[in-house]
C-alpha cells in the first residue's frame, strides 16, 4: 500500500487559504488504482470527504465546498495539494489525505491508506 503524509500550517486567520500538500511514497500518483482524496474532521463532529484528483488530474469535489475549494498535483514530486480559500473557524479540523480506491456519482470512497492527519486552526 501507498504511505501519504500531510504538511502545511497548524494556524491560520479568517479569510486567509489554506494550503495542504500531501506527499505519496510506495507509489506513483500516476497510477490508475487510487483517486487521490481529502477529507476532513471538525472538532466533535463526523468525517467530512472534500474533494478528489485522478492519475489524469480529473477533479471532484463535495457541492458543499465546490466554491472555495482548489485540488491540484505536482506530478515531479509525487505529491497532490489542497486550497481551501476564505477561510473560517468553521473550516477548523484535522485534514486527512487518503488514496481511495472507488469513485461513484463524483464522490470517492473505500480509503485503505491514509495520512496521519494535521490540525488546522482558524482563528483571529
Known amino acids: 500500500q501507498v504511505q501519504l503524509q500531510e504538511s502545511g500550517p497548524g494556524l491560520g486567520k479568517p479569510s486567509q487559504t489554506l494550503s495542504l500538500t500531501c506527499t505519496v511514497s510506495?507509489?506513483?500518483?500516476?497510477?490508475?488504482?487510487?483517486?487521490w482524496s481529502w477529507i476532513r474532521q471538525p472538532p466533535g463532529k463526523g468525517l467530512e470527504w472534500m474533494g478528489a484528483?485522478?492519475?489524469?488530474?480529473?477533479?471532484y469535489y463535495s457541492p458543499s465546498l465546490k466554491s472555495h475549494t482548489s485540488i491540484s498535483r505536482d506530478t515531479s514530486k509525487n505529491q497532490f495539494s489542497l486550497q481551501l480559500s476564505s477561510v473560517t473557524p468553521e473550516d477548523t479540523a484535522v485534514y486527512y489525505c487518503?488514496?481511495?480506491?472507488?469513485?461513484?456519482?463524483?464522490?470517492?470512497?473505500?480509503?485503505?491508506?491514509w495520512g496521519q492527519g494535521t490540525q488546522f486552526t482558524v482563528s483571529s
Open positions: 484528483i485522478t492519475y489524469d488530474g480529473s477533479t
Open positions: 510506495g507509489g506513483s500518483i500516476f497510477t490508475t488504482d487510487y483517486y
Open positions: 487518503a488514496a481511495a480506491l472507488l469513485c461513484r456519482l463524483g464522490q470517492t470512497s473505500l480509503f485503505p491508506s
